[in-house]
């Protein structure tokens, strides 16, 4: 504690020195406080070096909540959502899924039946739950059709089968889902779709999935000519242009079509495929 004491002088100093030496001791005085309360303000700060909490801004928040909140505003029956969108995985990673994902424990959490109920709910909205639910950035244009999409589950399903009804349901109204590496999907007019790159998928043809799951498969072929097999599968194809491509030498067919479409056309490859029998000659 810092004591200052004023001396009034003696008789023989003049009145107004002494007024000024007082004035000058005080201003002395008053800094000297204010030094001594910045220095125990600097004593009191945490050191830069110390752990600061996160601020609000980049404290992680649930990302089902936010979705749930958007939609429940727009569309009767979008409260559903939170049974999906807002569950809780519990992964330290961020992880993506996809229709093509075969089974595994990461995948395999189910959903009860009426999870999912969609009445006349927005293409965009729905495009923001996919986005929840696979952990992929979905990227989409403003020119993709104004439909209203309706889907109940029946059914428990898994995180993946979840993904295989939406991209039917999107199908549907004229939407086609197009993988894009790991991290993203693409959703696109139906129209535009033969135009995207679209995954080339080396699943065997009985794990292909029953949707309008979007895909590129490549077949080589062992015994018949590519084109010749080509008119057989142009009924089975949708109408979306070059779904089925053939290259003749070697014997290739490239299959660019919604899974349950490639599903069929690869049981007709696998019958028509077969090695030209040859009449025994007779002795």
């Known amino acids: 504690m810092l004591h200052l004491t004023f001396y009034e002088g003696v008789d023989t100093v003049n009145e107004t020195e002494r007024i000024f030496a007082k004035q000058t001791m005080k201003t002395i005085l008053i800094s000297l406080s204010l030094v001594a309360w910045c220095l125990a303000t600097a004593e009191a700060q ?35 959502l939170m049974a999906i969108a807002g569950t809780k995985t519990g992964r330290k990673e961020a992880q993506t899924f996809s229709s093509f994902d075969r089974p595994d424990a990461r995948s395999a959490e189910s959903f009860p039946k009426g999870a999912i109920k969609f009445e006349q709910i927005d293409a965009v909205q729905v495009l923001k739950f996919y986005q929840e639910l696979s952990g992929r950035t979905v990227v989409y244009p403003s020119t993709l059709p104004a439909a209203k999409i309706s889907l109940q589950n029946e059914t428990p399903l898994t995180r993946v089968e979840i993904l295989q009804a939406l991209d039917t349901a999107l199908a549907q109204n004229g939407i086609t889902m197009v993988l894009m590496g790991t991290k993203f999907v693409k959703a696109v007019p139906s129209s535009q779709a033969p135009t995207e790159a679209g995954p080339v998928i080396e699943l065997p043809p009985d794990q292909l999935p029953e949707s309008s799951s979007y895909l590129t498969y490549i077949v080589p072929l062992k015994h018949r000519d590519a084109t010749q097999i080509v008119p057989a599968l142009q009924s089975l194809a949708s109408k979306m242009p070059n779904s089925i491509m053939a290259i003749k030498d070697p014997s290739i067919l490239i299959l660019r079509d919604y899974s349950a479409n490639i599903r069929r056309m690869l049981q007709v490859v696998e019958q028509m495929d077969q090695k030209p029998q040859t009449d025994e000659r007779k002795r």
């Open 46 to 80: 945490p050191s830069s070096d110390a752990p600061t909490a996160p601020s609000r801004e980049t404290a992680p928040t649930a990302k089902g909540n936010r979705l749930v909140a958007i939609v429940s505003k727009e569309e009767k029956g979008a409260t559903r």
